[in-house]
RNA sequence: GUGGGCGUAGUGUAGCGGUUAACACGUCAGGUUGUGGCCCUGAAGAUCGAGGGUUCGAUUCCCUCCGUCCACCCCA
């Protein structure tokens, strides 16, 4: 009666299979140690929070909240969201357990996954996951240059090279209206020259205009005026603050330039002062592998007291995409101890509990399927890319003996007495 | 949300308006007496993405949907 029907993972999200896991493994530890050696620890936030907590703090008109949001009622008529970034989530926490308590900065960091209805493509997921980092409670540009910094070191451990980094400032919130103002008057006078796309965001998102693709909005945007010739003077000391601290850093990362680019600017509405973007500079479309900037009024949006933070999000599917095309990830799965083989129902129930033993010793273990001939749980052994297989049979129960034959590298196979303390001497142990 | 390419066994591919849809890898089983990797033999595995249409007949042509990839949008 009922259609059969066929199950696949839902548009835009991948399962991460057993092979995957090995690169993933090693950009996450890559992520976590990077993270640690600049003192940050792990903080992980729920998948799904109050809806209006990204209302609010990723800001009400912009493209993640107006259009690429999970939202949902609870069965408690609650509107939640799945989380599409991590910022605010991280800075509700902040606020919640009175962080502001701790020795300020608080550094965090967190891998985590995130959620966007948004079409697929090429590096672009409804569920991909984030390695991020927020500096909260301190406005000093040398938090800025810490942020940039961990992105330089994190790219250098995964030996990607040809990543270009491009900052700018967007100065604060007070100098921002009048800068938009300007920008959309620049624009305003050749609005029916605009395609129509950038002609709708004039209105409602000047500083989008910016980064357009458009050739003929690209041609007006390289003299509109500039958010760097608007900033405050404590805006501005910040800027060139950090500038000089950015350029300290080519001494320990002799490949490192930066290029600040006028046009750069978030679609995310917390950002003030410092964004910053790394991207290959191959040829493509989804390119961004690293993104943030100073976020300093989020913290009072979100109802705490003012409080200065910045910090960045990288994109795990992306990094692992660009690892891939610069073959600059050499990860290889090390191979399993040992596969017992076994021939016959009293040397299965030995060979069993011999495994056993052999684990308490720290060793890995992997049974061949029982009842197959010698030969198939041979084979099976090598697939499973093992050091070594042991080998009981009926001959071997008798004698109280075990086979151990070494696979990986040349070498006779030993005849050791049936003990696990023996036999664990002879492998050795995994760490 | 817009535009374009693609959709054949687990994976990667071939194929053609017409009888049993091919190949490689993988899987499973063998290659005499209990031992892997190479090699050899055999087997299983595909309603040719789904639905509809054109046709005597479609996996092959057309439409819709779904998925995927690319570009846009946006971003990580």
Not at 21 to 33: D, E, G, L, P, R
Not at 301 to 315: A, D, Q, R
Request: charged residues 25%; contains cysteine; hydrophobic residues 35%.
């Amino acid at each position: 009666m009922a259609e059969q029907q066929n199950y696949r993972a839902p548009r835009g999200v991948a399962d991460i299979l057993p092979d995957d896991q090995t690169v993933w493994n090693a950009v996450k530890k890559t992520a976590i140690n990077t993270a640690r050696q600049f003192g940050y620890q792990q903080i992980d936030t729920p998948v799904f929070e109050n809806t209006g907590l990204f209302r609010r703090g990723v800001g009400n008109e912009t493209d993640i909240v107006q259009k690429e949001m999970y939202s949902f009622d609870d069965l408690g008529g609650e509107s939640l969201t799945l989380r599409p970034e991590g910022t605010a989530p991280v800075c509700r926490s902040y606020i919640e357990h009175g962080m502001h308590n701790l020795p300020q900065p608080v550094r965090l960091y967190y891998i985590a996954p995130m959620f966007r209805y948004d079409r697929p493509q090429a590096g672009r997921y409804r569920q991909h996951h984030q390695f991020g980092c927020e500096a909260i409670g301190d406005s000093s540009p040398t938090i800025d240059a810490e942020i940039i910094e961990i992105g330089l070191r994190y790219i250098t451990a995964l030996g990607l090279s040809d990543v270009a980094v491009r900052i700018n400032s967007i100065g604060d919130s007070e100098t921002r209206t009048s800068y938009n103002d300007d920008l959309r008057n620049h624009y305003a006078k050749y609005a029916n020259d605009l395609p129509k796309v950038d002609r709708d965001r004039l209105e409602r998102a000047p500083l989008r205009l910016l980064d357009s693709k458009e050739p003929a909005t690209q041609k007006l945007s390289a003299d509109a005026p500039k958010s760097l010739d608007y900033l405050s003077d404590e805006a501005q000391n910040h800027w060139e603050n950090l500038l000089v601290l950015l350029d300290g850093l080519k001494t320990a990362y002799p490949n490192f330039s930066y290029r600040t680019d006028h046009t750069l600017v978030r679609g995310l509405d917390y950002y003030n002062r410092t964004v910053f973007e790394f991207e290959p500079s191959t040829e493509g479309s989804q390119t961004s592998l690293f993104g943030g900037g100073r976020y300093d009024p989020l913290i009072g949006i979100l109802g705490g007291n003012e409080t200065p933070g910045v910090g960045f999000g990288s994109g795990i599917e992306r990094i692992i995409l660009e690892t891939q095309r610069q073959e600059s990830l050499d990860v290889a799965e090390p191979p399993r101890n040992a596969v017992m083989v076994h021939v016959g129902d009293n040397a299965t129930i030995r060979a069993a509990q011999l495994a056993a033993e052999l684990r308490n010793h720290g060793i890995s273990v992997l049974m061949a399927p029982a009842g197959k001939s010698m030969r198939a749980q041979m084979r099976y052994a090598n697939r499973a890319n093992a050091s070594y297989a042991i080998i009981i049979g009926n001959r071997e129960i008798e004698q109280g003996v075990a086979a151990v034959k070494p696979l990986q590298f040349d070498g006779d196979q030993k005849t050791l007495s049936l003990n696990s303390a023996t036999i664990a001497n002879f492998i050795a142990p995994s760490e």
